[in-house]
């Protein structure tokens, strides 16, 4: 049986630490500048804002990668927040705010490039969407105002993201072979925010329940 030589575990070793103290001089350089949280978050939104330019311009694989873009920053400055102190109860609110905010612009903009098609079945999809990505939200704050976790269900906001992510970057013309995939996902979202709000108000009642049965009787 064949064995590794022992310089290369040190190697190994030697890149881990090497990786790891690199991670952390950025971490640290990151901490000790101005950036703060709330502008990622800002940056986040001009990203969004530009995706939804590009699709008004029917310029979908650029608005794909916008949006992604704009996605990936509202997902670091959470991450930022924690790992630099910098948080902030209003920076929280904010991010929490621009995140439904940009949700909406982008699947606006797509509403109106189905209008423009004629395609209103895809724009009453795309209203849903709209509707229940904003209830999918609301149904966990509201129980975490209750005390209740609701992380529940399928539609999550990362997993939105994907899938209009997918439909941007294989619309109609945007390029990546001969595909159309907006509507597709838009009809996708539509269904599986509906299904992801009742699966949290299902979750929130019977935890309502089960919390009400275990409590002392007097």
Same mark, same amino acid.
């Given at each position: 049986?064949?064995?590794?030589? #022992?310089?290369?575990?040190?190697?190994? /070793?030697?890149?881990?630490?090497?990786?790891?103290?690199?991670?952390e001089t950025v971490r640290n350089k990151l901490i000790d500048s101005r950036l703060t949280p709330n502008a990622i978050?800002?940056?986040?939104?001009? /990203?969004?804002? =530009?995706?939804?330019?590009?699709?008004?311009?029917? @310029?979908? &694989?650029?608005?794909? =990668?916008? &949006?992604?873009?704009?996605?990936?920053?509202?997902?670091?400055? /959470?991450? @930022?927040s924690r790992m630099s102190g910098k948080g902030t109860p &209003?920076?929280?609110?904010?991010?929490?705010?621009?995140?439904?905010v940009e949700e909406g612009i982008v699947l606006t903009a797509v509403a109106w490039y189905f209008s423009t098609q004629g395609d209103d079945v895809a724009v009453a999809a795309v209203v849903v969407a709209v509707l229940f990505s904003l209830m999918v939200s609301y149904t966990r704050a509201r129980a975490e105002a209750l005390g209740i976790e609701c992380k529940v269900g399928i539609a999550s906001r990362?997993?939105?993201?994907?899938?209009?992510?997918?439909?941007?970057?294989?619309?109609?013309?945007?390029?990546? /072979?001969?595909f159309e995939l907006l509507a #597709?996902?838009? @009809?996708?979202l539509a269904v599986l925010t509906v299904f992801t709000t009742f699966q949290r108000i299902f979750h929130v009642r019977r935890q309502m329940i089960a919390i009400a049965r275990s409590a002392p009787s007097v």
């Open positions: 049986m064949s064995t590794a030589p #022992p310089g290369d575990g040190r190697r190994r /070793g030697g890149d881990a630490r090497a990786r790891g103290e690199l991670s978050s800002l940056t986040g939104l001009v /990203g969004n804002l =530009i995706a939804a330019v590009l699709v008004w311009q029917e @310029y979908f &694989f650029l608005a794909g =990668i916008a &949006f992604i873009l704009g996605s990936v920053m509202d997902t670091l400055d /959470g991450r @930022y &209003f920076g929280a609110f904010l991010d929490s705010t621009l995140d439904r990362a997993i939105r993201v994907v899938i209009l992510s997918i439909g941007l970057l294989f619309a109609k013309g945007a390029g990546i /072979g001969d #597709p996902a838009v @009809y996708v």
